[in-house]
């Protein structure tokens, strides 16, 4: 019971807080994909041009290969592109512009890429502070990470419907 409640306290302000950065609207730039195969084509095509401007250096640490990385360091340079496009824009529903600027992808511009910071910081505390701490579920290799609560959207799902589909 103290741990539901700890819980509770711990992620009451977190979610709060990610409730209301998904709240704030600010209009997308016109360079910004909006349809679903926009997206994807889009970012298929910046992860592409970034592969071929690495290669060599995929398995240096990420920190090595690009500049401004403050999250995911010692995770190797290609696997950090798989990491942005299938983790971060496809569990959020959203391209590589909603967080940067593209071409200039080192550059902090764009409160959305300080928001997944935050929020990547708040998964790891849920997942190694929190999670891997429950007697009962030691055992199981708990995970919380963006598609937790996003599912493909921007704004986190809060009601869910039986078969799982966000209402």
């Known amino acids: 019971m103290k741990l ?3 819980l509770a306290a711990f992620l009451s302000p977190l979610l709060a807080v990610g409730m209301a950065y998904g709240q704030q609207t600010s209009p997308a730039p016109t360079d910004e994909p909006s349809t679903p195969e926009a997206i994807k084509q ?3 095509d910046k992860v592409a041009e ?6 060599g250096q995929e398995k240096q640490p990420a920190e090595a290969v690009f500049k401004n990385i403050k999250i995911l360091t010692g995770v190797p ?3 950090l592109l798989k990491i942005m496009q299938m983790g971060y824009s496809r569990a ?3 391209s590589c512009a909603h967080c940067h600027v593209p071409g200039q992808w080192e550059k902090d511009d764009k409160k959305p890429k300080e928001i997944a910071r935050d929020m990547s910081k708040m998964s790891h505390t849920i997942v190694f502070d929190l ?8 055992d199981r290799d708990p995970l919380v990470n963006c598609t937790t609560c996003h599912r493909g959207q921007l704004k986190p799902a809060l009601n869910l419907d039986a ?5």
């Open 131 to 138: 999670l891997r701490n429950i007697d009962g579920i030691k």
């Open 92 to 94: 959020l529903g959203t």
């Open 4 to 6: 539901r409640f700890l």
């Open 163 to 167: 078969d799982g589909a966000k209402k």
């Open 77 to 79: 340079a290609g696997n």
């Open 42 to 44: 889009f970012n298929d």
């Open 50 to 55: 970034l592969s071929k401007r690495i290669a």
